[in-house]
């Protein structure tokens, strides 16, 4: 990449548009999701070195010389400079069910163009459920699951599902038959049924996104389609910020003031001390968090 000419006004080096080749080569290509589901990538705008490039413009030119751009990118993530990241973008096109694009849906930072069933007729297909993949309800978290039903009980319910759905969509179908209007013929579809968007978005919102809704508490509908533009798009469109954003934002654990001073005590081996503290933490959800953080860091939870 080359910067404007800072000796020369109103006068600029010529620039090609980037090119990568690893996202070139899945251009178009309908990576599977779900059972019915897929991404693709219509277009991009940008690569590394857009980031870099942006990042350089607002420094000044001399500091090319100084920053690698593996380390500059890293060093903008780090300190969450994130104006750089949003002079990338890509539009991505998504086949995905209602239920999970009401959660996609709700990130309000993308230019969205979404399939019509007012204009035209619904897709003919849902998300169905494997029999070994009806979550139970988490205990702890309301909005959350923890572990699987028994694969029989799960098989009767798989069944009920297909009954339902394609009950669902022939009373649909009768209804257009019948000249009912599609707006009102479609009411009754179930959040299972496919949808399809495109869903242009820039690298800054892209990575919020993606930190969301790859979370392990994130649902699973969701977090499989987040994985595929993370691991198969992202990481091939920008390796650099891919791997700077595994390091500092999805890998990375963010820290309370009490947490720091829990974990303070407990490394000067004052566990009285980070008792203390821990205890005078009146949210469950909040005590339950550290609890994870202490044992991801490697310590031994000594009031549990």
Not at 14 to 22: D, I, K, S
Not at 82 to 107: G, N, S, Y
Not at 275 to 280: A, D, L, N, P, Y
Request: charged share 30%.
């Amino acid at each position: 990449m080359t910067t404007p000419n800072a000796g020369a006004p109103g006068q600029a080096e010529r620039l090609a548009r980037p090119r990568v080749e690893a996202v070139d080569a899945v251009l178009g290509v309908a990576l599977r999701v779900l059972d019915d589901g897929f991404v693709r990538v219509v277009d991009y705008m940008g690569d590394d070195g857009s980031v870099v490039q942006a990042a350089r413009v607002s420094y000044g030119s001399g500091t090319k010389r100084v920053h690698e751009d593996r380390g500059l990118i890293r060093y903008l993530l780090r300190h969450a400079h994130t104006t750089p990241f949003e002079m990338c973008e890509i539009k991505l096109h998504v086949r995905v069910p209602m239920d999970a694009w009401r959660q996609w849906i709700r990130h309000r930072m993308a230019n969205v163009n979404e399939y019509s069933t007012r204009y035209s007729v619904a897709i003919d297909a849902a998300q169905r459920t494997p029999a070994d993949r009806w979550r139970l309800q988490s205990a702890d978290n309301r909005q959350g699951s923890a572990g699987f039903l028994p694969v029989d009980q799960g098989a009767l319910l798989t069944e009920a599902e297909f009954k339902l759905q394609d009950l669902a969509r022939s009373t649909y179908d009768e209804r257009l038959a019948a000249g009912v209007a599609r707006e009102q013929a479609r009411k009754d579809l179930p959040l299972s049924t496919y949808t399809e968007a495109y869903w242009k978005v820039d690298l800054h919102n892209l990575l919020h996104f993606l930190k969301l809704r790859m979370d392990d508490h994130a649902q699973e509908e969701i977090r499989v389609y987040a994985s595929t533009i993370g691991e198969q798009i992202v990481a091939r469109w920008v390796p650099l910020v891919w791997e700077a954003f595994t390091d500092y934002r999805r890998d990375a654990m963010y820290l309370s003031k009490l947490e720091i001073a829990v974990v303070s005590a407990m490394a000067e081996g004052r566990s009285d001390r980070a008792r203390e503290v821990f205890e005078s933490i009146s949210s469950k959800r909040e005590r339950q968090e550290i609890e994870q953080k202490l044992l991801k860091l490697g310590f031994n939870i000594p009031w549990s």
